[in-house]
């Protein structure tokens, strides 16, 4: 990428920063100063989770001759929390450091993720930065996919040294416990929540009951179908996959339990939804 559209990217940034036209409300934000300017994150505009890093102006824009190259810029990437989540809880590996840190986030409000990123990956992450800050600045049409989308590589390459904080309280298990069912209906099971969280399942069964008012498998029964409502919706997939892919083996059972949800089949909620 050009390094005069990324310079140029990068200071406007910093002079909304400056100016306070932090554009709250829209589904990603992007804030940048001189770190010897300002010595700590401003406030949170809003319910975000940040993703941020440093790095000198000169290697951010890629031009050691730039004015002010040596001085250490610090850039910001702001996402809506719960937009951010939900959107990469079902492709996150549940083994993976990328799931742990997600299920951290899903019980803190704005969580600051500033990170040391190892040195064979910074070269990559200062590009995501830049080509996020020029995407962000340029608002070229589906710009906020597309910064959203550089965040998400970012997240993924930074997850493995962000480090895990594990949730204290009741209420704070249970906010994790009920996003991972969100995000993986199709493979959870009540026995192995209650092993990696240390609860027996009688007493987790009890504790999912009294919050949501149903049962362990009234709740998983309800998030595969609306999961397997939005496959049928946003894709062309023959019911019997939708069903694999919301974990029934077979399709009488889904279509039993899908009837019981939607008042309706599949193929009828699909013809219904494409009118």
């Not at 309800?222 to 694999?244: G, H, I, K, S, Y």
């Not at 599949?266 to 494409?274: D, I, L, Q, S, V």
Request: proline residues 5%.
């Amino acid at each position: 990428m050009e390094s005069a559209r990324v310079a140029a990217a990068v200071r406007q940034i910093m002079d909304e920063t400056a100016s306070r036209a932090t554009r709250a409300g829209r589904n990603v934000l992007m804030l940048a100063w001189f770190e010897d300017e300002m010595g700590a994150l401003p406030r949170n505009p809003g319910d975000y989770d940040i993703i941020s890093m440093t790095a000198p102006l000169g290697g951010l824009c890629g031009d050691a001759s730039c004015p002010d190259a040596d001085r250490t810029v610090f850039l910001a990437l702001y996402f809506m929390t719960d937009r951010f989540v939900q959107s990469l809880m079902p492709i996150a590996d549940e083994d993976s450091p990328l799931f742990h840190m997600l299920t951290t986030t899903a019980a803190k409000r704005h969580p600051v993720r500033r990170v040391s990123t190892p040195d064979p990956n910074k070269e990559l992450m200062i590009d995501l930065f830049a080509a996020a800050a020029v995407a962000y600045v340029e608002r070229h049409d589906g710009w906020e996919q597309l910064v959203e989308a550089l965040g998400v590589a970012i997240i993924a390459l930074v997850s493995p040294v962000i480090p895990e904080e594990a949730p204290k309280g009741a209420d704070e298990v249970l906010a994790v416990i009920l996003q991972e069912i969100s995000a993986h209906p199709e493979s959870v099971s009540l026995s192995a929540l209650a092993r990696r969280y240390s609860y027996s399942t009688t007493y987790l069964s009890e504790l999912i009951h009294e919050h949501c008012g149903m049962t362990f498998t009234q709740l998983v029964a309800e998030q595969r179908m609306d999961r397997a409502a939005m496959l049928l919706r946003a894709t062309n997939l023959p019911v019997r996959e939708v069903a694999r892919q919301v974990g029934y083996s077979g399709t009488s059972n889904f279509y039993r339990t899908f009837r019981a949800r939607f008042g309706c089949g599949p193929a009828e909620y699909r013809a219904g939804a494409k009118k």
